[in-house]
């Protein structure tokens, strides 16, 4: 018991010098309280414009996994209910046209209930399973999509195929095409098709039938990729039919009229998008008259600039509706007149929601702060429903007029117990001179129970993507407050390759992955040293993943301003990497053409030709499930520091992918993350 104390004194130190004596009604988060909290998603709003539906979702740190329920609540923010609670996971709500209920997804198939949760009953039976269910305007036709062998034309295929696999005792695979693998799953024979069920027939119609393309498409996909015109005539869907997946961006959008559906043949299907680069998100106008849909234009390239395009579905004309727009448009949605569309995207450290206006094409700011996600607008069009979230509030659903200015007025608090006992400070933001002069925005966020007469570690932490941004988010692995909670001032800066600062900022990482996205880095390490006092440069830490983790090595090999470094799930020999990833569109792209091709680039930005200066502590945290960046990645990794003599440990977690999503597994990476840095952590007069 006392060697458990001392070290647990010991691993409390950091926060104990910084807060010591300290009385507070409130205390600093923990792990525990992250995985406490309920997690919100999935909303959705009713046709009449009365009723709210979302998933929420419960962690259990001793079971070591969540739970989703069901809830609704009016769109004023009265009367919270839940709607389904049980032991199972309940998921994908959607609301039945005339108020006669929801369809959800359980254990597979597709259930729906009365509003109150009565009469309970499955909709589906399908063997291969339905889920993404969308509904028809009338509600006789559900489309949805499941996994099936391309070659299968009946159910009854499908289960003989899955049990002469089960049967079998050899359990072996012959490849004959890449992308065999995705992320964390080997994609094996089947695909995901796109169905059409009659709902009073109880028919079922793979309407993509033989084919080897997915429906949704596996990769750069959205949140909506398939819906139902208006007029019931036609389904719009997004797929991606390359030949090499692994090498394509190239999501199309496609028309299906259903007068053309065959249940014993695939139904023919037209393709309206143009871009080589990736289509995606296809949305009807109300009066049915256009397509909405968000595309890129460069093939090959998965973080151009994603425009806003208008299909004519009467003269089969395209425009795009965002020119000179230099922000990639995310989610959206229509106004109930179909004279305008409300998008959000990213925005610098936020992800705000923006109008367009269809007769005069102006854009137009409506919410910048924050970040926001636009699902619903009233039917009346005054009001626009969206989630919300900040880096001192995990996701809740709020509401705000249509033209924007007044105060959004949030309607779900499914947090306010546990949150009324935790002290979180807002971020802060400032901008540093980067590589040529280049602006660069950083996030800074004080610890709880700040004192600016204090010095304070550094945590510097590093995004990945690489062509993503920190923002003002409640992250549930990366979680900025997390970090401050133990005591750090955390910086979070947002260099050369980041999103929500026009095109070309975005484009420069490309190429130059170790060049000017390491000096706006290092700059904006010294800039903050510099200005904040209450910063001690005695004690700087920096910590990373994917793309992050890659910047962590490359740091590694040049730099030993920091104590101590943590690399999350980060490349180390682009090479090798080239030759176990699957989306090789990306490494394409990066580096310039492939390692036979352009070996002298893989070589120039890769920590592993660098190896020879490493000396900082490193911590590396991989899993074992990780397809993006493979295993052999970490272990390349730290075979080279243990061989190098350079102090490094290796946690490893064999049933995880590219991020860590078991609540006890989480727990065990803050803590030996939090372990690591602390070990490190230069304390004077101990």
């Not at 996994?65 to 309940?90: F, P």
Request: proline letters at 5%.
């Amino acid at each position: 018991m006392k060697k458990f104390l001392l070290i647990a004194a010991i691993f409390l130190l950091p926060a104990m010098l910084i807060y010591p004596q300290q009385q507070h009604s409130k205390r600093a988060l923990t792990v525990e309280d992250l995985w406490a909290m309920k997690r919100l998603s999935a909303p959705v709003l009713s046709p009449d414009g009365k009723t709210i539906a979302f998933v929420l979702t419960s962690y259990s740190m001793e079971e070591n996994k969540g739970n989703a329920d069901i809830w609704l609540v009016n769109s004023d923010g009265t009367n919270l209910r839940v709607l389904k609670n049980s032991d199972k996971n309940e998921t994908e709500p959607q609301f039945l046209p005339g108020q006669k209920g929801i369809l959800y997804s359980l254990g597979g198939q597709l259930h729906q209930c009365n509003l109150d949760g009565s009469d309970d009953k499955a909709v589906t039976d399908i063997y291969s399973g339905a889920s993404g269910a969308i509904i028809s305007g009338d509600g006789n036709k559900i489309a949805f999509v499941s996994s099936v062998y391309p070659e299968c034309t009946s159910q009854e295929c499908n289960k003989q195929k899955d049990e002469e696999k089960e049967k079998s005792k050899v359990k072996a695979t012959l490849f004959t095409e890449l992308m065999y693998r995705h992320w964390d799953n080997w994609r094996g024979e089947k695909r995901g098709h796109l169905f059409l069920m009659d709902k009073d027939k109880k028919e079922y119609t793979d309407l993509t039938l033989n084919s080897k393309a997915d429906v949704p498409p596996i990769a750069l996909g959205s949140t909506n990729d398939y819906s139902f015109s208006p007029d019931r005539q036609e389904i719009a869907f997004t797929m991606n039919e390359s030949e090499t997946l692994a090498v394509s961006t190239n999501n199309d959008i496609f028309i299906i009229k259903l007068k053309d559906v065959n249940s014993s043949a695939r139904t023919p299907y037209t393709k309206i998008s143009v871009s080589k680069g990736n289509d995606n998100n296809p949305v009807y106008s109300p009066d049915g008259n256009y397509i909405a849909y968000c595309s890129m234009e460069r093939a090959g390239f998965e973080a151009d600039r994603q425009r806003l395009m208008l299909y004519d579905r009467k003269t089969g004309q395209t425009k795009e509706m965002t020119k000179g727009f230099d922000r990639s448009v995310g989610d959206l949605t229509w106004s109930p007149d179909s004279k305008a569309i409300y998008f959000d995207c990213a925005n610098e450290v936020y992800n705000s929601i923006y109008r367009l206006d269809l007769t005069t094409g102006k854009i137009s700011l409506l919410l910048k702060d924050h970040i926001n996600n636009i699902f619903g607008v009233s039917p009346d069009g005054t009001t626009i429903y969206f989630s919300q979230m900040r880096t001192n509030l995990p996701t809740e659903i709020f509401s705000m007029s249509v033209n924007g200015g007044s105060e959004p007025k949030q309607l779900t608090s499914s947090n306010t117990e546990l949150l009324s006992q935790i002290e979180m400070n807002p971020i802060e933001t400032f901008w540093s001179k980067g590589a040529g002069n280049a602006k660069v925005e950083s996030i800074l966020l004080k610890p709880p129970f700040f004192d600016p007469n204090k010095k304070y570690p550094l945590m510097f932490l590093i995004h990945g993507g690489p062509q993503g941004h920190w923002e003002d988010d409640f992250h549930y692995r990366w979680n900025l407050q997390m970090f401050a909670a133990q005591g750090y001032v955390v910086v979070a800066p947002n260099p050369r390759g980041s999103t929500g600062y026009g095109q070309k900022f975005t484009d420069e990482i490309s190429g130059d992955w170790g060049g000017k996205p390491y000096v706006d880095l290092m700059k904006a390490c010294d800039y903050v040293i510099s200005k904040y006092n209450f910063i001690d440069p005695k004690n700087t830490f920096a910590a990373g993943a994917s793309y992050g983790g890659y910047m962590i090595n490359w740091l590694e090999g040049h730099t030993d301003r920091f104590n101590a470094l943590v690399c999350h799930d980060g490349v180390f020999n682009l090479e090798s990497m080239y030759g176990t990833t699957e989306e090789l569109w990306f490494p394409e792209w990066e580096n310039k053409g492939k390692p036979w091709t352009n070996r002298s680039l893989y070589r120039k930005f890769s920590p592993h030709q660098y190896v020879e200066n490493f000396k900082t502590p490193m911590l590396i945290v991989h899993g074992g499930m990780d397809f993006r960046v493979p295993e052999e990645q970490a272990f390349q990794a730290f075979t080279s520091l243990q061989r190098k003599g350079v102090e490094s440990r290796f946690l490893y977690f064999p049933e995880e992918s590219h991020f860590v999503t078991r609540p006890q597994n989480a727990r065990l990476w803050w803590n030996t993350i939090f372990d690591w840095f602390n070990k490190h952590y230069k304390r004077q007069g101990i």
